[in-house]
């Protein structure tokens, strides 16, 4: 009698775990929506640093050509690069929208962070532009679908970028990208255009911000000295680069690098991560 009692008592207690289990599973379980647009990507990911090179050409040339069609004043294709949701929010029109991205002459892009899955990935970047001549930062969050290769834009600011950079911005349960004829994403890794953007990078950190410029030389010998010994930098583009030789290491790769009235060397670890001399 003793035993059954026990028995009793024991299948009482696999029959509430089971029960439970199956609850936890029922509640747990994510529907999908066969009838859902398959541009909606979804994100869980926490936001990290982005270190691909790729990557930051794909964005790069995003940046590069809203600036471009700026530029150009052709207002359907600002328009077209820019999140649909956005443009609604703001208020953004055939008006207004050159107003975003005017007058930039230049740009470099310097910090990326990421929230990420198979298919697509929201990054919060920060540039440095040149305007009117001056240099001042740029915030903005660029939405990639990597399945159709297709891109949208949008402005922040320095506060939401800082909480994508410390891991605190309110992760995006998914986005949706506008498919056009102007969001297509198509980048070339090609080797010249990355040392022009890191070339380019120093050039304007040497014109408006020396002590920065003076932080990533590879050979520092003293602030002073290196204002009074460095040679003027002068803005090239990809074309002036003649020549440049690849060195893979451990950590990261070195490149001696011609163009037609410089030679560089290029010491770069990740993705804007890099370290220059100059003669």
Do not use: C, H, W
Not at 52 to 61: P, V
Not at 85 to 103: A, G, H
Not at 203 to 231: F, H, Q, R, S
Request: net charge negative; no cysteine; aromatic share 14%.
């Amino acid at each position: 009698m003793k035993n059954k009692k026990v028995n009793f008592i024991l299948v009482f207690i696999l029959i509430i775990l089971l029960i439970g289990n199956i609850y936890y599973m029922f509640n747990n379980i994510e529907y999908s929506n066969d009838n859902e647009d398959d541009k909606i990507l979804k994100f869980n990911d926490n936001y990290k640093k982005e270190t691909d090179e790729y990557i930051y050409g794909i964005i790069y040339d995003g940046i590069k050509k809203i600036i471009n069609y700026t530029n150009e004043k052709t207002i359907d294709g600002v328009l077209s690069l820019l999140d649909d949701e956005y443009v609604r929010e703001e208020n953004i029109n055939e008006e207004n929208v050159l107003s975003l991205f005017d007058k930039i002459t230049d740009f470099s892009l310097q910090e990326v962070y990421k929230s990420q899955n198979e298919t697509g990935g929201i990054y919060y970047t920060r540039s440095i532009v040149e305007k009117n001549n001056k240099l001042s930062n740029i915030f903005l969050i660029i939405n990639l679908n990597y399945d159709d290769e297709t891109y949208e834009i949008k402005v922040t600011d320095n506060d939401n970028f800082e909480k994508a950079k410390k891991n605190r911005q309110e992760k995006i349960k998914k986005i949706s990208i506008s498919n056009n004829s102007y969001n297509k994403y198509s980048y070339n890794y090609d080797t010249g255009e990355i040392l022009y953007r890191y070339i380019n990078d120093y050039y304007l950190k040497y014109k408006y911000l020396k002590k920065e410029a003076y932080e990533l030389m590879i050979n520092k010998k003293g602030y002073d000295n290196y204002i009074k010994v460095t040679p003027n930098v002068e803005k090239i583009e990809v074309t002036d680069i003649i020549s440049f030789n690849e060195k893979i290491n451990d950590d990261n790769i070195t490149y001696d690098v011609k163009t037609i009235n410089r030679t560089y060397e290029i010491v770069i670890s990740s993705a804007m991560d890099y370290k220059i001399n100059v003669e």
